[in-house]
């Protein structure tokens, strides 16, 4: 710098050394470093609708940017015409890929109707479509950018596959597939019945409103009531869920899909048919919510023709309990034999129950014959090797029972086995209490096919370890 100091002198031009702005280099570092506005990634959507006289399908297929790939299959048990099955097949796609976040998307369709009508090309004539493509245009606006386009079948094939899977009969060999039957159009086919469906009551109306933006009911006392509700819910994806303090967020359920839940979780594969409080916990395990869940479970027992018909009916005067000490989860248990059955297939017609006396798990298995080589190999199989060996096992002096390579069998494993009385089964209560709670599930689940008992007993069995006890509110599995 000195010696450019002496050759600008000759020309009076006077070096003058600038001082360092540390504001300057602040600036200049955010000006080169700020990164630029983050465009997302979109998603792939491949889409594809069939139909046939009296079903239809939909094949949808979502992709990410990750390489992360969604199949669904969705089976429509109503008849529909080809271009409504690809409105359809648009529709659960859309839904699929807002449940997920997505937030650009791409859809590719071999629908040359579809795509044309939606991006404006062609004409919407057919009432049934509009509503349709009303659906599509409503859904589209949960998205930052979109864009619907048409491709050549092949470059579909995938999704076509999918679609004629579903729409022909449910499949059963892919087990990663997402499948879904729908039983119902979702738009009507009547302007009456339209109407009259969008005119209902919701009482997640005013919740949304409040939560979206902050709109409340005229009526100051109701507008107070919802403001203080809100509180207590979120919005997820457009779905309303009531929070939890110690427990996950349950879907907000209108009152339409009430029915079917109750039903579905009262009498489907997962109850036998609990009474009307136990069954709102069930319904609130699953993950569902609506004010009035326990008054509409205890309505739907009371008119059940099975809970009705198979109740208990307590004649027996109330008397003090006895109680009966176990020291450790699954170091007591009480076994009994229950039977004969009607006989089910494979000549089964006896029930081998056992019940531990701590936590009171249930274990039970249909034979064909009660032998003491029967009632060994249960004990080994469903008591020993699944919860180790126990301290204590109780039983009737029965035969079984009573024999003597049972009594050896148990005593070379250091197992005390106590008899109860034949004739006085309530020494052994724990495991008769057992036998009635799974006897009685059988009668509400079978009606006259008596001979499929051995064929529900797991049902039974799964829907009393997930049904929270009274006592304690919780469940045998947790």
């Known amino acids: 710098m000195l010696a450019w100091s002496i050759e600008l002198s000759q020309f009076q031009i006077k070096f003058k050394p600038r001082n360092a702005v540390k504001a300057q280099v602040l600036t200049d570092f955010i000006a080169e470093m700020t990164p630029g506005k983050l465009t997302p990634e979109p998603w792939k959507l491949h889409v594809d609708g069939s139909s046939n006289s009296t079903h239809g399908g939909a094949g949808i297929i979502l992709e990410n940017q990750n390489g992360i790939t969604m199949e669904q299959s969705v089976r429509y048990e109503f008849p529909v015409s080809n271009n409504q099955a690809e409105y359809k097949a648009l529709l659960a796609g859309l839904t699929l890929a807002r449940e997920v976040g997505a937030k650009a998307l791409e859809v590719n369709t071999d629908s040359q109707v579809v795509s044309s009508q939606i991006?404006?090309?062609?004409?919407?004539?057919?009432?049934?479509?509009?509503?349709?493509?009303?659906?599509?245009?409503?859904?589209?606006?949960?998205?930052?950018?979109?864009?619907?386009?048409h491709v050549p079948r092949e470059r579909n094939a995938r999704a076509d596959l999918l679609s004629k899977i579903a729409s022909t009969k449910p499949g059963h060999g892919n087990k990663s597939l997402i499948q879904e039957v729908v039983r119902s159009p979702s738009v009507s086919t009547t302007v009456n019945a339209h109407l009259t469906s969008s005119n209902r009551e919701s009482w997640t109306h005013p919740i949304l409103q409040y939560l979206l933006d902050g709109t409340l009911p005229p009526d100051p006392k109701e507008g107070k009531r919802i403001?203080?509700?809100?509180?207590?819910?979120?919005?997820?994806?457009?779905?309303?869920?009531?929070?939890?303090?110690?427990?996950?967020?349950?879907?907000?359920?209108?009152?339409?899909?009430?029915?079917?839940?109750?039903?579905?979780i009262h009498e489907g594969c997962c109850g036998h048919h609990v009474g009307g409080k136990t069954l709102a916990q069930k319904i609130i395990r699953a993950g569902y919510y609506w004010p009035t869940i326990i008054r509409d479970s205890i309505q739907l027992v009371k008119s059940c023709d099975k809970c009705q018909r198979h109740a208990n009916i307590h004649q027996a005067a109330p008397h003090q309990l006895s109680t009966i000490s176990a020291e450790r989860p699954f170091g007591t248990w009480g076994i009994d034999l229950v039977g004969p059955f009607p006989t089910a297939p494979g000549q089964l017609r006896y029930l081998i129950v056992a019940i531990d006396y701590y936590t009171k798990w249930i274990e039970a298995e249909p034979l064909a014959s009660i032998t003491a080589t029967q009632c060994r190999k249960f004990v080994w199989r469903q008591i020993i090797t699944r919860f180790g060996i126990p301290e204590v096992v109780i039983s009737d002096n029965g035969t079984q029972f009573a024999d003597k390579k049972f009594r050896e069998f148990l005593e070379g494993l250091h197992i005390s086995h106590r008899f109860s009385s034949v004739e006085h089964p309530q020494t052994n209560g724990q495991v008769e209490s057992a036998n009635k709670i799974i006897v009685k599930g059988l009668k509400k689940r079978l009606d006259e096919a008596k001979g499929l008992w051995a064929d529900e007993l797991g049902s039974v069995l799964w829907s009393y370890r997930t049904t929270p006890q009274t006592t304690t509110g919780k469940r045998l599995s947790d």
């Open 227 to 264: 403001k203080r509700e809100a509180a207590n819910y979120t919005i997820v994806a457009g779905q309303l869920y009531k929070r939890g303090f110690s427990q996950p967020l349950l879907k907000c359920v209108e009152h339409g899909d009430t029915e079917y839940i109750l039903r579905e």
């Open 119 to 149: 991006n404006g090309s062609y004409q919407t004539r057919d009432p049934l479509l509009q509503q349709y493509l009303a659906k599509v245009n409503k859904l589209k606006e949960g998205f930052e950018s979109i864009t619907i386009q």
